[in-house]
């Protein structure tokens, strides 16, 4: 663990010598559990990175999940800038856990809801999962409930998908379990939404609600591609290259052979992206979300006017499409049909007889 913690602030720091960016907009420690490293040893590590970086950034978020929440962890993190806790909830349903694989539980969850309530004083994520498998509606709007008597300020609803090489995957796969039908799956989802909506929170992203002006300006930056470092295992990183070239920089997986070997030696995949995959990201990361794709950005990101990439797409799906003057966006129904939607939308990009061209970021 420490080898891993202490190669990545030396590529930290590496990457922002070579990058030099002026300023940073936001800071996410996560993407596997900051919560099982030593107090001892966070403090260390959250001491190098602030220290690293070129200024404050405005939102710092760092991940936890309940087994492993502790006081000592929220006395460590209090002590830096870190203005935003996403806390990996899932579920309150005690018979799930088993399902999951998870070593938590209802009293867990509560334990760790308490101890932020009593002790965290900023920002407050929570992650829920819906459609597990026998599920219910009640079950579901339960688990939301419980969740707002938290008050937390964003919350994240995710679907449960079968991942490969998971013991839950494999169990889908062989039928031992059985995914909720579509109209199951529905039929929770916009049960949620309109309960969550209730209390005031905001359906900003297929999967993400927040009060207004609480969303994850992290995850924000995905969602409008605009540059950004990844640090760590598996991390990613989309960057832009000499003579506006979009690169994509994906870490190496394997633990030992990225906190065993020197910069030189770790196995990186460099891709670059030609500009009509990235014309495609954009529709697929910004329709997304409610505010969709901005006109003025894309004019100058591509040459083109939006409509006039995807016309018959928007012919065909006029009911979900939304035209406004600054930006074209997807209804909320339009958001339930985006794949089906993306299909159409990507083949006629293929057949786009433009040659397509990319200035980014802009």
């Known amino acids: 663990m420490v080898r891993i913690l202490e190669e990545e602030v030396r590529a930290l720091d590496s990457s922002l010598s070579i990058l030099t960016p002026p300023l940073i907009d936001t800071l996410y420690i996560g993407g596997g ?3 099982v490293v030593p107090p001892t040893i966070l403090r260390s590590f959250l001491e190098r990175i602030f220290t690293s970086l070129p200024n404050i950034p405005a939102e710092n978020t760092i991940e936890a999940n309940p087994e492993s929440f502790s006081l000592e962890f929220l006395q460590v993190i209090r002590d830096f800038p870190i ?3 996403s806390l990996g909830i899932q579920t309150f349903q005690p018979s799930f856990f088993p399902l999951l694989h998870r070593n938590s539980s209802p ?3 509560r334990k760790a809801l308490d101890l932020v309530q009593e002790q965290w004083d900023r920002k407050l994520s929570i992650d829920l999962l819906y459609g597990i498998p026998g599920s219910t509606v009640k079950e579901a709007l339960i688990d939301l409930e419980v969740a707002i008597r938290y008050h937390p300020h964003h919350i994240s609803l995710y679907y449960l998908t079968p991942e490969e090489n998971t013991r839950y995957g494999e169990r889908i796969r062989k039928g031992e379990l059985k995914l909720l039908s579509s109209f199951q799956e529905e039929k929770i989802r916009k049960t949620l939404l309109g309960r969550a ?3 005031g929170y905001r359906q ?6 927040a009060f207004p002006g609480e969303e994850c300006k992290h995850n924000l930056r995905y969602w ?4 950004y470092l990844g640090i760590g295992p598996s991390a990613v990183s989309t960057l832009p290259g000499i ?4 690169l994509r920089i994906t870490e190496t997986s394997d633990l030992e052979q990225y906190g065993g070997q020197r910069d030189e030696q770790i196995q990186r995949n460099w891709e670059e992206i030609p500009p009509k995959v990235f014309l495609k990201e954009v529709f697929l990361m910004g329709l997304r979300t409610v505010f969709g794709i901005q006109r003025d950005s894309f004019l100058r990101m591509f040459g083109e006017i939006v409509e006039e990439v995807i016309p018959q797409t928007i012919q065909k799906y006029k009911r979900y499409f939304t035209m406004e003057k600054t930006r074209l966006t997807l209804t909320n129904e339009g958001r339930w049909w985006l794949n089906r939607i993306l299909i159409d939308l990507f083949d006629e990009i293929d057949r786009f007889p433009n040659r ?3 200035v980014w970021p802009v």
Do not use: A, D, Q
């Open 107 to 109: 009293e867990i969850n």
């Open 356 to 358: 397509i061209r990319c």
């Open 224 to 227: 409008e591609l605009r540059p």
């Open 243 to 246: 003579g506006n070239r979009i």
């Open 204 to 209: 900003y992203e297929i999967s993400n609600l």
């Open 197 to 199: 909506k209730e209390f």
């Open 83 to 85: 203005n935003r806790l």
């Open 33 to 35: 559990t900051p919560s």
